[in-house]
């Protein structure tokens, strides 16, 4: 994974030194802005591909939550439960749309991670890579943490001031 690279596509789709709280009419007319809106906005029409990812997830999980988009994100992001020794893990799902990434999360009490630790974990993350691979051929898997918790500055959104890999990539929602 090109960490340099993921942050350069990123420019693509965030206006640099601009935000919501700076000035609203400069930001949604950016140029940044409106390329990732459209792509949001096609995506948010293809019922057809988030019912089937989600169906899908259906598979290994009895019931599916969907909060794609929800917060100005520009993914697809889906959470289940699983009961295991360790308790109720919850497990949620980041594809993005505009760009070919994704991320599984794992929430235990109060920890959450991107890698499996156990024979759960492990499984779901089969399931799930199976699924983004079918339904999104090429998509790479970003689980480094520390990566994904950087401060991008500069990088304007709505819904952050000082936004994170995590949050420009998929979701600001802790599900």
Partial sequence: MEKDKIIDQ???????NISMVDGLDS???SEE??????KVELALSDFELRDSCKNSLGEIAERVSEYSFAGGSSCYHFTFAQI???GRVLYSVFINVLLPY???RCMKKLE???????????YVFKEVNFMVQKFFPGYQLIDDESFLNKVMYNFGTEYAENPTILDLLFSTIET
């Fill in 10 to 16: 990123l420019k693509e789709y965030f206006p640099s």
């Fill in 27 to 29: 930001y949604v007319k």
């Fill in 33 to 38: 802005y409106l390329k990732r809106r459209s």
């Fill in 84 to 86: 295991t020794d360790e």
């Fill in 102 to 104: 994704y991320a599984i």
């Fill in 112 to 122: 959450k991670s991107f890698h499996p630790t156990s024979e759960m974990d492990f």
